[in-house]
């Protein structure tokens, strides 16, 4: 998936099905998860490969990807 | 935000532990609490010989690395449920995680050694997937651990995935299930002794485990799963952690130090006598087990 024209916004990579959404930054990783309606206990937030915390703000050009953690299958 | 040990940055925060950690400190936290849930319910004797469930995902990954670094014998099992790209992908995570820690995988291959996968059983048998893979992957499970000479079978089930199956069996006052669900269950009839050293971590601290130690796995969810009651439990369970922190891990060990045992009277009555599956030779209540059963079925279709 090329991240084109996402310059100026953060990139967010969603997961299950993947697909990408773009955002205005600067946005708290905590209000992003507010407006998105996401549950903090949901998801990671992934940056180049190392978690991002909650209190992170995220700046234009940015690229995360939005892990869901929840699993639904029996073992 | 920092450390809560080390005063470094800190990348994760776990409210319901009032912590803050940084990549290490949070390795060495997941670490602690499997080592205490072992320690806790007497799940394992120093050194045992295990055999791990292994899937590809975030929690039996992450189980093998923290059982492998605690100082266990271990040994996994994958089981190729030939669930298309979902399961090629899955099993080339377990085997990557495996030969670059030189680790041992077994692995079974449910197409190639017993002549039907995941899709067809759940076609022929009209019956979910689920029902057909969780009775497939429990026989393979049993018999390996039982075979191989293991001291028990260890299961990446975590907090939420145990949080939901309890708050399901609650609602319907399930007393039969509700007698059952402990984080070990001893050996039995031919049956192994079965342990789940996860139950003091949640999906979201097994997940971050991996993102931080470098482990990688399978994020997508199996195309079979879909509508999956678990998952509308756990996403309720998740309201109620963020309003008041500790709701999970309260929920379930309480039940587990307070409740649990007020029912092993019924956990004894409900044990239906297993005699021997006249074709496999496994623990059976019937003449022939569900998992011959299920491979008969098939093979008839199949034709
Ligand atoms: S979701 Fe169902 S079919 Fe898919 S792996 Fe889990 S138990 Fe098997
Ligand atoms: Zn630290
Ligand atoms: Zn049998």
């Given amino acids: 998936m090329a991240p084109i024209g996402h310059h100026g916004a953060v990139l967010l990579k969603l997961r299950n099905p993947n697909r990408t959404q773009t955002v205005p930054g600067p946005v708290k990783v905590s209000v992003l998860l507010d407006r998105l309606e996401l549950n903090r206990e949901s998801v990671l937030l992934i940056r180049n490969g190392t978690i991002v915390a909650g209190d992170t703000t995220l700046q234009d050009d940015d690229e995360v990807e939005i892990r869901p953690v929840i699993s639904g299958g029996a073992l | ?303």
């Avoid at chain 2, 050194?47 to 492998?68: C, E, F, H, P, Y």
């Avoid at chain 2, 298309?84 to 050694?113: I, M, N, T």
Wanted: with cysteine.
């Fill in chain 2, 1 to 303: 935000m920092k450390c809560t040990v080390c005063r470094g940055p800190a990348l994760i925060d776990l409210r319901r532990h009032n912590a803050n950690f940084c990549a290490e400190h949070l390795a060495k936290f997941c670490r602690d609490q499997v080592e205490r849930a072992i320690h806790d319910f007497d799940m394992l004797e120093q050194g045992a010989r295990i055999l791990i469930a292994v899937s590809g995902g975030k929690d039996s990954l992450a189980l093998w690395d923290i059982l492998n670094h605690l100082g266990y014998d271990t040994a996994g099992l994958y089981v190729g449920l030939g669930i298309g790209e979902y399961s090629d992908v899955s099993g080339r995570f377990v085997q990557k995680f495996a030969s670059e820690r030189g680790l041992e995988l077994l692995e079974v291959d449910l197409r190639s050694e017993h002549g039907y996968d995941i899709p067809t059983a759940a076609e022929l048998t009209r019956r979910s997937p689920c029902s057909s893979c969780g009775l497939s992957k429990r026989h393979l499970f049993d018999r390996a651990a039982i075979d191989g000479g293991y001291d028990a079978l260890v299961t990446g089930h975590n907090l939420d995935d145990e949080a939901a199956v309890l708050f399901g069996n609650v609602m319907r006052w399930q007393m039969d299930y509700l007698a059952r669900q402990r984080p070990v269950l001893p050996e039995r009839d031919g049956l192994p002794r079965k342990v789940k050293p996860l139950v003091r971590l949640t999906e979201r601290e097994t997940a971050a485990y991996c993102v931080v130690t470098g482990i990688d796995y399978q994020v997508d969810e199996c195309p079979m799963a879909a509508g999956n009651k678990h998952i509308a439990y756990k996403e309720l369970l998740n309201e109620m952690e963020v309003a008041s922190p500790g709701t999970k891990a309260d929920f379930y060990l309480s039940f587990q130090r307070r409740a649990v045992h007020q029912l092993d009277g019924t956990l004894a009555e409900g044990r239906e006598s297993l005699g021997t599956c006249d074709s496999c030779g496994a623990p059976s209540p019937s003449d022939i087990c569900a998992f011959c059963r299920l491979k008969s079925t098939t093979a008839r279709e199949n034709r």
